[in-house]
């Protein structure tokens, strides 16, 4: 009597216990993943700061104010003006100096395409990149850190020196220079209460530093 031959059973696996492989991540992913993360950063702490310094900010109509306004008497007047003006107005006087210098620039935009494409060179050829980051190759050659840095600093001298661009900042930085001298010396600083503290006033033009340079006091120790 032949007997009867039973189907073979087939193992079923349960999907739920299957551990799937890690992909392995190439050095191409991992720079370009690390790239907009310092991309981030670099204009969060950017922005971070801008904020902070226009909190500080005067009233543009205090700054405007032509009821305020006089000669002065002599150049140790002026001097005197000037200084206390600079430490009352100085953030209102970068976004002015700022604002001449976006207009430089804006208009003559061969100036403009030169100075957004060295400054987008600097970042993220340079400031952007890790030591972990794979070397830059272009037509199939690599260039170490040291290379990229010459090249850069190179092509920084022939857009500032050789080309219209330098021209262009040094008359917006002379402009600005002579609006806010001219702005300091003529008014007048009578009407402003200043913070005689100088851990408040900040370093130049940005008072918003002040607070990570002053050293904070140690905590003492608890017994």
């Not at 801008?50 to 305020?68: H, Q």
């Not at 008359?171 to 220079?177: C, P, Q």
């Amino acid at each position: 009597m032949a007997e009867n031959s039973s189907p073979a059973i087939l193992p079923i696996s349960n999907p739920e216990h299957v551990a799937l492989a890690p992909l392995p991540i190439s050095d191409s992913q991992q720079m370009n993943s690390s790239t907009p993360s310092s991309a981030r950063a670099f204009f969060s702490n950017i922005s971070n700061i801008v904020r902070s310094g226009l909190a500080d900010r005067r009233p543009w109509k205090e700054l405007l104010d032509r009821s305020a306004f006089s000669k002065p008497e002599s150049l140790s007047e002026a001097t005197g003006r000037f200084r206390k003006n600079y430490n009352y107005f100085r953030v209102n006087y970068l976004i002015v100096a700022a604002a001449i210098l976006a207009f430089s620039l804006v208009t003559n935009p061969m100036s403009l395409i030169l100075v957004t494409g060295l400054l987008a060179a600097w970042m993220f050829l340079y400031f952007f990149r890790h030591p972990s980051d794979s070397p830059v190759t272009f037509c199939g050659r690599q260039f170490s850190d040291f290379e990229i840095l010459v090249f850069l600093i190179i092509s920084s001298f022939i857009v500032v020196f050789l080309t219209n661009v330098g021209s262009v900042l040094m008359t917006a930085l002379m402009l600005g220079t002579a609006t806010i001298c001219c702005h300091g010396a003529f008014r007048t600083p009578e009407d402003m209460f200043l913070d005689e503290n100088p851990q408040q006033q900040g370093i130049g033009f940005f008072p918003f530093v002040a607070a990570a340079t002053v050293p904070q006091p140690p905590v003492a120790a608890k017994a």
